[in-house]
């Protein structure tokens, strides 16, 4: 983390690599559970991950 955020644009890329990984988070977790709707639930996850995943941007 701390070697990409050399610039205050770093921050922008990073948000989208947090994002990225909830997003793919949320996609797994749906096709495990058989849920039909694949692309939502995205709040879940990240109550569920809040205390495992490091959020790269603050």
Same mark, same amino acid.
């Given at each position: /983390?701390? =070697? =990409?955020? @050399?610039?205050?644009?770093? /921050? #922008?890329? &990073? %948000?989208?690599?947090?994002? =990225?990984? *909830? #997003?793919? *988070?949320? &996609?797994?977790? %749906? #096709?495990? $559970?058989?849920? $039909?709707? +694949? !692309?939502? !639930? +995205?709040?879940?996850? /990240? /109550?569920?991950?809040?205390?495992? @995943?490091?959020? &790269?941007?603050?």
């Amino acid at each position: /983390k701390n =070697y =990409y955020r @050399l610039s205050s644009a770093s /921050k #922008k890329w &990073l %948000n989208r690599i947090d994002w =990225y990984v *909830l #997003k793919r *988070l949320a &996609l797994f977790n %749906n #096709k495990k $559970r058989q849920r $039909r709707n +694949l !692309h939502g !639930h +995205l709040e879940e996850v /990240k /109550k569920q991950t809040q205390y495992q @995943l490091v959020c &790269l941007a603050k």
